[in-house]
């Protein structure tokens, strides 16, 4: 496609109530100079009609595989030649599925199959089915062949409820759309490591020293460096988080169980992100039985943590290495310090407490690295994991093609 081509856009419309924002959607992208061919499935016409998408989109909007006329000229081999880019927004829990299982019993899902171009999908539906395994197993089906996500966003839901499954709004999908994945593309097959939440250091078989992580930060940006097309692992502590679609999980619990997990994984790794608050200390031993509470004290002797981050970070040829620093005081005189003594490519920095940080949906960053810094201002960890790769993205291109130059 050259640029005085036109982005040509077929937006596929399925059953959903999210299906009202795709008008918007339409509009939006031939505002920024795309050409949109839409096509509905049976189900996307019970909620808004073709007669909408005619108007905004300013052709003919295709409904049936059996048109005996459009047919007589193979209309949905030449609709999936026509499509720079195919968009299904919203993708319902039905459409996803049966993608995944390769059906190709309407229009839009033929034309998936027949397609060669990128296939983006904005899922839209309940928080409960987007989190079922039967959807998570599909979306890691059609990621894993290629396809995109955009989204979903968290939020209030027409049901009433509250959480992942709203549809990405119009105006950043369409940015999304015409610019590649969110993150430009530039993660696209990079292998990516990821270690979120807290770890447990036993005192003995029923206590524990840990700390106030959430992990939500690190699942969000796992979820997010998927968007941007990277395939990523993540270690994960203790947490009562759902996987991120088409991520690959792996469960631990102490400091020494995460760092066994990250070296065994490290070398088949290109980014590496310590989002995880690992302890710094650990029982020195670990009592066998549950310590009886017989004395009116009792003192306890703690030990280094392993390192993890400054392990990674020390290795010959080793990935790109991105820390975290959660701050009371002196955030970035701290942040600083820690990227220099650990030798990292960036780190993260925030202030926890006041309702930011642990324990709290909502954070915001200062990334700094060696000359440079940029501020990412308090928002939710969803979106703030999404700005966050993008910075990620472009100082680890940046780092390759500087490498690639001596």
Request: glycine share 10%.
């Amino acid at each position: 496609m050259t640029p005085s081509t036109p982005p040509r856009i077929l937006l596929g419309i399925t059953g959903g109530i999210a299906a009202y924002k795709s008008p918007d959607l339409v509009r939006r992208l031939r505002d920024r100079g795309a050409e949109v061919q839409v096509v509905m499935t049976g189900a996307a016409e019970r909620f808004v009609t073709r007669q909408t998408f005619q108007a905004v989109s300013g052709r003919p909007v295709r409904t049936e595989l059996w048109d005996e006329a459009a047919e007589a000229a193979m209309g949905h081999i030449e609709l999936a030649r026509w499509a720079g880019r195919v968009v299904i927004a919203p993708a319902s829990a039905d459409f996803i599925a049966r993608l995944a299982a390769g059906l190709a019993d309407d229009l839009l899902a033929t034309i998936c199959l027949a397609t060669e171009a990128p296939i983006l999908l904005a899922p839209a539906m309940n928080r409960v089915m987007w989190a079922n395994a039967a959807t998570r197993a599909n979306i890691g089906t059609l990621t894993g062949r290629g396809m995109r996500l955009l989204g979903p966003d968290d939020g209030n839901q027409a049901c009433g409820d509250t959480g992942a499954g709203r549809m990405v709004e119009p105006d950043r999908m369409a940015e999304a759309i015409l610019a590649g994945i969110a993150g430009a593309g530039l993660l696209e097959g990079v292998r990516m490591l990821i270690t979120a939440g807290p770890t447990r250091e036993p005192i003995d078989p029923v206590r524990f020293i840990s700390n106030r992580s959430s992990g939500k930060m690190g699942f969000a940006l796992a979820a997010a460096a998927v968007e941007s097309g990277a395939k990523v692992r993540l270690v994960a502590g203790p947490v009562g988080l759902p996987t991120p679609a088409a991520v690959e999980r792996i469960d631990v619990e102490s400091a020494e169980q995460m760092l066994d997990a990250v070296h065994r994984h490290i070398g088949q790794t290109d980014i590496f992100v310590a989002a995880a608050a690992v302890a710094d200390y650990r029982p020195a031993s670990a009592a066998r039985d549950k310590i009886k509470k017989t004395a009116p004290e009792m003192a306890l002797k703690l030990t280094r943590a392993p390192d993890i981050l400054t392990q990674v970070a020390a290795l010959a040829n080793g990935p790109f290495t991105v820390g975290f620093a959660a701050e009371t005081r002196d955030v970035e005189k701290n942040a600083r310090a820690k990227l220099e003594q650990k030798q990292l490519d960036m780190i993260a920095a925030n202030r926890v407490g006041a309702g930011s940080g642990f324990d709290s949906d909502q954070n915001a960053l200062t990334v700094y690295w060696s000359g440079g810094e940029q501020e990412l201002p308090k928002t939710g960890k969803r979106e703030l994991a999404r700005a966050l790769v993008q910075i990620i993205a472009r100082r680890y291109v940046t780092a390759r093609e500087t490498a690639g130059s001596r």
